[in-house]
């Protein structure tokens, strides 16, 4: 939620036409049920690690091939976002371990 609203505060960044999330169809409709209280609409998809499915927030699951290049770069979006996210909180982390001493 605090990362969608931050996101959107900024108005001099492109609109998105798709969101991907981290995650499976409950993740999806979070953020999708968020999307839409700012009233937005903006279709919202969920890629979960362990069967690689892309999961709507809405509808039927989308099981592309394994061996497919649409699949690799969803991958990729995904774990790179996962990097970003954990190499953020860890400077958050020792952030407030400096200032506790």
């Known amino acids: 939620r605090e990362m969608l609203r931050s996101r959107f505060k900024h ?3 492109p609109f998105p036409d798709l969101i991907l999330v981290d995650g499976g ?4 409709r979070g953020v ?8 937005y609409e903006i279709p919202v ?7 690689e499915w892309l999961y709507p ?4 699951i989308i099981k592309l091939p394994k061996k497919s290049l649409s699949l690799k770069l969803l991958q990729k979006l995904r774990d790179e976002a996962h990097r970003f996210a954990v ?13 506790i001493a």
């Open 25 to 28: 169809r409950g993740q999806a």
């Open 57 to 60: 927030s809405e509808g039927n």
């Open 32 to 39: 999708m049920y968020e999307v839409r209280s700012m009233k």
């Open 11 to 13: 108005k001099e960044w």
């Open 87 to 99: 190499s953020y909180h860890r400077k958050l982390y020792r952030k407030s371990m400096l200032n």
């Open 45 to 51: 998809y969920g890629l979960a690690k362990r069967m």
